[in-house]
């Protein structure tokens, strides 16, 4: 699976941004919105974003795999301004040994999640310790073919990925239910845009509305130089989530090769339940029933 850039830092938008004074679609209690206008940023400009790689921007939850020492955590003290634990994100600026906020006020950062943590369970859903693996969605060999299967942590280690699932941002890709949740974890950048709009506003606002493909929460174009730029359906005041997706469109694989990967799962464990349902394909995502 081909490596793209890694979200280390707010990701900006591909357009210069306006604040309007109207309720925000995506935000309650939000007074107003940030749309986009149709002027390219001179910093995606800059990262040559005509040239870049266009992916689906996925609804989930930033992840950053790494190697970290054990630990664990103090109720009393790590829940406040920055816990010992806290990583950097990389891109973050230092001023005197102190991190320095990004031109939005922002210190984007990563703080360990520990096996047994409650506050994290859905990110330990998607992660045997033990086995050192991860539960990862992916495009399979075929064409047109999704694929979930265990993936080796060493094979995205200092990767960033997306969780997504049942108990994530409402579940917009309608994945597992109370009984049965469901989490994955996709690689950034894992679903390149065969047929991406031109870099118009009007071009991409077609796009979003009138095909399949346009079906996402957003755009990530991933530039040569590891730059990233996304654009938001919001930021052209378009909903999401939407009642169907792109990634629900497309027919999924389990690939569980229990051979290779020599190892008796917990019975209530997620790796245990697709281990389960090696082999087998389902039309849609949202289809997988661990049930049945």
Not at 84 to 96: L, V
Not at 181 to 197: D, M, S, T
Not at 244 to 256: D, G, K, M
Request: proline share 8%.
């Amino acid at each position: 699976m081909r490596r793209r850039g890694a979200v280390q830092r707010k990701v900006p938008c591909l357009f210069v941004t306006e604040v309007k004074d109207e309720p925000s679609a995506k935000r309650e209690r939000q007074p107003f919105k940030v749309l986009a206008t149709d002027t390219i940023t001179g910093k995606a400009l800059e990262a040559d974003v005509h040239n870049a790689v266009a992916t689906e921007k996925m609804d989930g939850t930033c992840c950053y795999v790494t190697t970290f020492k054990e630990f664990v955590w103090n109720i009393e003290e790590d829940f406040k301004p920055v816990p010992d634990t806290w990583i950097p994100a990389k891109d973050i600026e230092f001023s005197n040994g102190n991190p320095l906020p990004d031109e939005n006020g922002h210190m984007p950062g990563w703080v360990p999640v520990e096996k047994n943590s409650k506050q994290y369970c859905w990110h330990s859903s998607v992660v045997n310790y033990e086995a050192g693996m991860a539960l990862v969605l992916k495009h399979h060999a075929d064409p047109g073919l999704l694929e979930i299967t265990p993936m080796p942590l060493s094979e995205i280690l200092e990767q960033t990925l997306e969780l997504i699932g049942t108990n994530i941002n409402a579940n917009p890709y309608g994945l597992g239910n109370k009984k049965h949740p469901v989490h994955l974890l996709v690689p950034h950048g894992a679903f390149e845009i065969k047929n991406p709009p031109a870099l118009k506003q009007n071009d991409i606002l077609s796009w979003f509305e009138s095909c399949m493909e346009g079906k996402v929460e957003g755009i990530v174009w991933h530039c040569h130089d590891g730059c990233l730029i996304k654009l938001h359906r919001h930021h052209l005041g378009l909903p999401w989530p939407l009642p169907e997706t792109y990634l629900n469109s497309q027919p999924v694989v389990i690939s569980f090769n229990r051979t290779k990967y020599d190892y008796d799962f917990e019975p209530k464990s997620l790796f245990h339940h697709f281990s389960v349902l090696d082999g087998q394909k389902f039309d849609r995502l949202k289809d997988i029933n661990f049930d049945a």
